[in-house]
């Protein structure tokens, strides 16, 4: 079956700290795993993905990484700041296409000054 | 370029009643999907639309359905309206192929009573 599951569902860091979230897909055939900020009120955006031709990807302070074998992928943002805090969500698209995105439960960040 | 355009942003029915959500796709974006957000289930795959044509559903009763017309705008129908579909309504829209980035509308917010 289809699912993505993601951990933890809450998490709380201090300013400065690093936070890291993990997902986990069911689908061996996904090959696309984007990851979505979405703060209060707003759309979800993607803020990093990463293809199933690379390990790892970075981006400033966010980085992604993927482990094929294992169906893991996880989002690492250093030196968080206040702004960072926002619900992110995982996704993995599901095999052949078709733009379906299969998503996390979401983690709920919260960042404290 | 604009983003992708949902109206109406807010909508308040009663149960029984049939409502028709609209989204407007980034131009050249020809796929079209639609999630539903809820705080219990987080954001579920509703359906994509490509070329006027429905690629792929995911697990929602038939009360739910949509369209795509030729220009690639898309409406979603829900009709006779239960409590459990109050629920913020997203559309995204992508170019096509595999590993492409989704981008989000604002959302539809329904509420059912």
């Known amino acids: 079956g289809e699912n993505v599951e993601q951990h933890p569902s809450t998490l709380s860091v201090q300013e400065g700290d690093s936070a890291v979230i993990k997902c986990t897909y069911s689908d061996s055939a996904s090959n696309y795993f984007p990851w979505y900020k979405q703060e209060l009120g707003k759309r979800p955006q993607l803020i990093i993905d990463i293809r199933s031709n690379v390990g790892e990807k970075k981006d400033q302070r966010i980085a992604v990484t993927l482990n094929k074998t294992a169906k893991h992928f996880s989002l690492h943002i250093t030196e968080t700041q206040p702004e960072d805090s926002a619900v992110y969500f995982c996704?993995?698209?599901?095999?052949?296409?078709?733009?379906?995105?299969?998503f996390g439960a979401g983690t709920r960040l919260a960042v404290h000054p | 370029k604009a983003g992708v355009t949902q109206t109406p942003r807010y909508l308040i029915k009663t149960r029984g009643q049939q409502v028709t959500l609209s989204c407007s796709p980034i131009s050249g974006h020809r796929s079209v999907s639609w999630y539903q957000q809820t705080p219990g289930q987080g954001l579920q795959f509703l359906f994509e639309y490509f070329s006027e044509t429905q690629r792929n559903k995911g697990n929602f009763p038939g009360r739910f359905s949509g369209r795509q017309f030729s220009n690639s705008r898309s409406e979603m129908n829900v009709s006779t309206l239960e409590l459990g579909d109050s629920a913020l309504y997203l559309c995204a829209s992508s170019l096509i192929g595999e590993n492409t980035e989704a981008f989000f509308g604002q959302g539809t917010r329904l509420t059912v009573v």
């Open positions: 996704a993995a698209e599901k095999g052949g296409g078709y733009n379906k995105l299969i």
